[in-house]
């Protein structure tokens, strides 16, 4: 069964630092690989997805992600983070034979400080 | 327009009562989704309508009932809930399998 890790609990950075979420995910191949941003009492927004093709995957708002096979891993980056962008940030996997189950793994919670 | 729509935003009703939680898409989706998140919890899968086929989420209880009345629309029926079904549900559409799923911004239920 395909199973999602974040690592990170809660994650605290200073507006316009970086920013990396870590994510890890396991799975007998290659599945498919998506970043939503929930902000509070809100509904999931999708920033970015990966199906195949260029690991390097750019999203919405700035953000992008970065598919690595060798590491089992679809890290989200972003080079300069806002106030705005504070949100909890949950990844998730899907299986490519068309199971249409998302799985998430549980989410980290980003909070910007001035 | 990737815009999924949920009604009512908040619903507060006591245990007796039926309520009903309605979801409506236009984007040509055929698969439908209802989710329930807890707070500070990742959403949970409960139903899953794709191309008129429904499936279930086993643990799912029966005071939840899905019923999609076409392509556009997904209603869950709410009947003699519990305190412990308070939480966020979130709705969502895709064109099945695997394809990306866009969320709606849910409605906050209270059960009291």
């Known amino acids: 069964a395909q199973s999602v890790t974040q690592p990170d609990i809660h994650i605290t950075v200073s507006e316009g630092a970086s920013l990396e979420l870590r994510c890890n995910y396991s799975?007998?191949?290659?599945?498919?690989l998506f970043w939503y941003v929930q902000s509070p009492g809100q509904g999931l927004q999708l920033l970015l997805k990966?199906?195949?093709?260029?690991?390097l995957v750019q999203g919405i708002k700035g953000f992008e992600a970065e598919f690595k096979r060798s590491q089992s891993s679809f890290n989200l980056r972003k080079p300069s983070v806002h106030w705005s962008d504070a949100a909890e940030y949950f990844c998730?996997?899907?299986?490519?034979?068309?199971?249409?189950?998302?799985?998430f793994g549980t989410g980290t919670r980003l909070t910007i400080i001035p | 327009d990737t815009e999924v729509t949920q009604t009512p935003k908040h619903l507060v009703m006591g245990m007796t009562n039926k309520k009903s939680l309605k979801c409506e898409q236009h984007?040509?989706?055929?698969?439908m989704y209802w989710y329930k998140q807890k707070a500070k919890k990742p959403p949970e899968l409960m139903f899953v309508?794709?191309?008129?086929?429904?499936?279930i989420n086993e643990s799912v209880p029966s005071r939840f009932s899905p019923e999609c009345p076409n392509s556009s629309l997904l209603n869950l029926h709410l009947h003699a809930l519990q305190p412990e079904d308070s939480a966020l549900y979130l709705c969502?559409?895709?064109?099945?399998?695997?394809?990306?799923?866009?969320f709606g911004p849910g409605t906050r239920l209270t059960v009291l």
């Open positions: 990966y199906f195949s093709g260029d690991t």
């Open positions: 998730a996997v899907g299986d490519p034979v068309g199971n249409e189950k998302l799985t």
């Open positions: 969502a559409s895709s064109h099945g399998g695997t394809d990306t799923q866009y």
């Open positions: 799975y007998g191949a290659t599945p498919y």
């Open positions: 309508y794709s191309y008129e086929k429904l499936s």
């Open positions: 984007m040509g989706h055929r698969a």
